[in-house]
Structures are given as C-alpha cells and as structure tokens.
C-alpha cells in the first residue's frame, strides 16, 4: 500500500497533463493521503469533492476552497470546520450537526450556533466563547 500510494504521490508531483491521467488517479483516490492535494494543480478543484469527503484532513490542503467544497467536507466530517478558510453560517451549521464539538472551530460564534451544538450535546457548553 505504502509503495502504491508513494508512486501516486510521485505521478501527481510531477504534474497531471490530460483529463484521462487524473481519471486513472481519482479512481484511486481512497489510497491518495490528504498531503497529496497540496500537489494536484488548481484546475481540478472541482474534482476535490469526494476527497474531502472520505479523508477528515484533506480540506487542510485545498489551496483555494470553495464554499461548496468546505460544506462538503463538513458535512461528512464536522471537525474538518477547523480547516475552513470562509466559515459561512450553512457551513457552520452543517459541522455542528455532523459533529456538536465542532463548535470549538467556529471563527464567530452566534447564540443559534451555540444552541444548535448544546442541543446536539450539552458538553458543548464547554467550547462557548461567547458572552
């Protein structure tokens, strides 16, 4: 597996020229780590979708995010808010639903934000900022 993922990680540093090379790559994109995003160029942002949502740490390394590519990401993992560079109120909502701590990553925390992660656990108490 190592040796699988180091050549694919190797084939995307050196630049992906045609449509049908990053086919072949994003078929196997379970076996890409979140690191190796850094290295996909920019033209195939689009194609980061289904990446973000099978790796918890893959948004870390999207150079220019979309809205919909962080609300992607923390719709299946709420956490992954931590690594939103524009948090708007739907992408918020969508990690504290997907996961209440991740209220501790919300840059402007309102009272429905609040409310919304202490209704999905009281623990979250613990992680509100404001007063």
């Known amino acids: 597996m190592c040796i699988k993922l180091n050549r694919t990680i190797d084939r995307i540093k050196s630049g992906i020229k045609n449509e049908e090379e990053w086919d072949d790559i994003y078929t196997h994109r379970l076996e890409i780590s979140g690191k190796a ?12 979708l289904n990446l973000v949502k099978n790796n918890k740490k893959a948004l870390k390394y999207v150079k220019n995010q979309t809205d919909e590519v962080a609300f992607e990401a923390v719709k299946a993992h709420g956490l992954a808010l931590k690594y939103v560079h524009n948090q708007t109120s739907r992408i918020c909502i969508a990690a504290i639903k997907q996961h209440w701590s991740a209220i501790k990553y919300v840059k402007k ?6 409310a919304l992660a202490v209704k999905k656990n009281r623990m979250a108490l613990g992680y509100i900022n404001i007063k």
């Open 37 to 48: 995003l850094k290295y996909i160029p920019e033209e195939y942002q689009s194609q980061y």
């Open 109 to 114: 925390q309102t009272k429905k934000l609040c």
